[in-house]
């Protein structure tokens, strides 16, 4: 069958197919569900990770605490040692830098630090000079004080910081690694102040580092994995409550669609069984009384009534007409009666009266089953509703062929196209039923596809396999 032609025009653009529904693959037009396990699976890994943050955001945490607490144990070592052991050996002789002088003090500083955590010593003047050091190869040597060493000096705070083993007075300390370097005041035998040096190892701040750690993570890990344990029956149940609920929508779209048609099927069968018969009745009878006055011996004086019988029985079997392509709108007449051509032609000629060109290729011998026949109509049904509705087109072609194993139609429109992601992804109104559409050509082992794009027309293409 080879209904008037109509051109559709080719748009700019030629965009790929989309494939809504294949059932030969299984393919679905929306992503399918991920299991009950790897939902619980990825829930417990997200939870995993914190923890894992969290334990190095408490490692990096317990660096800080810890650099902290050895700081001002070094800075409470310095005092203890400036009060209790420098300031009783400085003298006039140890200014001077008296060799026999230097030698006591020294004797007298390495007994005692070697119960402690220092490694090194300097006592500088308030000049920079170093008049005494562990390191004897210092002592007399003079080096601009640092910032941290002239403010000490100025306000007799004790201070301390790593050190910065990369200052010339340093070299001797490079080969001991990080330390911890403190400044202390000490009175001068003239009551000049003096500069205490001390450098600590930074391995008590290490240690002391994963002794806070190794404190507070189990305490976390516990806590996080508590909460974990009470979360996973919860998050568990959720994903089978969304599932099952997603499944239950699934169920009622899909029944939704065969209420409807059924809804539909006796709809038409009351309007064609009823109001139809009594109007096309109504015209007969209409139109004979207006014949009969036509005719008649007093055909004269009743002639303006004939012609308003007769204009009545025109609007009545126009509106016959209206009300048979309505019936056809709300259900295609049955395909025993009319075969899949004559119910093909039967939708496309209602869209004529609105002003669209419609070429319907079918060949008039073409036999189907009534499940694929069923399908190929409900699949052209639904295209044309979304045209009328949506595309603005002014030219429709449907085609159905026969090929080698298969079936294919082909609904092609020259309308505004739209975004099949947007559209069919987030199944908006008017684009349900083609979510559908997709399910139930899945379901009958067929393939629905589109083409098309925004001001790009559409294609849609049914596959059914057919020997």
Known sequence: MDSEPATVAVPAVNPGWVVLGDGATGAHPRPASPSVGRVVLRFVLANLIAVLLLLAGGLWAGVEAAEDEALADARRTTELLADVLVQPLVDEQLLAGDPATVAAVDASLRARLAETPVLRVKIWTAEGRVVYSDEA??????????????????????????????????????????????????????????????????????????????????????????????????????VTQLRATQQERELLQARALEVSTEERRLIAGSLHDGIVQDVSASALLVARAADDLRTGPDRGQHRQVAEVLGQAAGALREAVRSLRSLLVEIHPPTLDRAGLPGALADLTARLRPRGIDVRLIVAED??????????????????????????????????????????????????????????????????????????????????????????????????????
């Not at 640092?146 to 490079?174: H, I, K, Y």
């Not at 499940?371 to 295209?383: G, H, I, R, Y």
């Not at 087109?393 to 092609?412: D, H, K, W």
Request: proline share 6%; hydrophobic share 45%.
């Open 366 to 467: 073409l036999e189907v089953d009534p499940v694929t026949a069923t399908l190929l109509l409900s699949t052209v049904q639904e295209a044309l509703r979304n045209v009328v509705k949506h595309s603005g087109s002014r030219s429709v072609a449907v085609t159905v062929e026969q090929r080698p194993g298969r079936l294919v139609l082909e609904v092609a429109d020259d309308g505004v196209g739209f975004d099949v992601g947007a559209s069919v992804g987030r199944a908006h109104a008017g684009h349900l039923g083609l979510r559908l559409l997709a399910d139930r050509a899945a379901a009958a082992g067929a393939t629905l596809a589109v083409r098309t794009a925004p001001r790009a027309g559409s294609t849609l293409r049914l596959e059914v396999p057919h020997p």
């Open 137 to 238: 190869r210092l002592i007399g040597l003079s080096y601009p004080l640092d910032a941290g060493g002239r403010q000490t000096l100025r306000d007799g705070v004790t201070r301390a910081a790593v050190s910065d083993l990369t200052r010339p007075e340093n070299r001797f300390e490079r080969p001991e690694g990080r330390l911890l370097e403190v400044y202390g005041l000490v009175g001068g035998p003239d009551g000049r102040p003096l500069l205490l040096e001390t450098y600590s190892t930074y391995e008590a701040a290490t240690e002391r580092r994963f002794e806070i750690w190794a404190r507070f993570a189990p305490i976390s890990m516990v806590v996080l994995l508590t909460l974990v344990a009470v979360q996973l029956p919860l998050a568990r149940r959720m």
